[in-house]
Nanobody
Framework: QVQLVESGGGLVQPGGSLRLSCAAS????????MTWYRQAPGKERELVAAITSGASTDYGDSVKGRFTISRDNVKNMVYLQMNSLKPEDTAVYYCNANVLSRGYSTYRAYWGQGTQVTVSS
């Protein structure tokens, strides 16, 4: 079917930067929205940033002005540039994509396995 694989997580000091990547592969005809979510321990999963196939973007209030989402429609990839990181950004970050596969008539949501981001001194 379709696989999403995130990369780029790690440990960073407060004020630092990280760039997350998510690669979609498999039976892909087109991808509409691609979204980053995150989930911190003991908290619900929350939307971080989303981008449409036409490059319209939306951000969670807590990351506006610090994070930037982008995508490469040829490579089926989405990126999240995270600047001015804070300890409260610590979470597992998940990639989500709405995919139309060949031979199907409706889009389906797929999730990656997540990548850990830890912001600590």
């Amino acid at each position: 079917q379709v696989q999403l694989v995130e990369s780029g997580g790690g440990l960073v000091q407060p004020g630092g930067s990280l760039r997350l990547s998510c690669a979609a592969s498999g039976n892909i005809f087109s991808i509409s929205a691609m979204t980053w979510y995150r989930q911190a321990p003991g908290k619900e999963r929350e939307l971080v940033a989303a981008i449409t196939s036409g490059a319209s973007t939306d951000y969670g209030d807590s990351v506006k002005g610090r994070f930037t989402i982008s995508r490469d429609n040829v490579k089926n990839m989405v990126y999240l540039q995270m600047n001015s990181l804070k300890p409260e950004d610590t979470a597992v970050y998940y990639c989500n994509a709405n995919v139309l596969s060949r031979g199907y008539s409706t889009y389906r949501a797929y999730w990656g396995q997540g990548t850990q981001v830890t912001v600590s001194s």
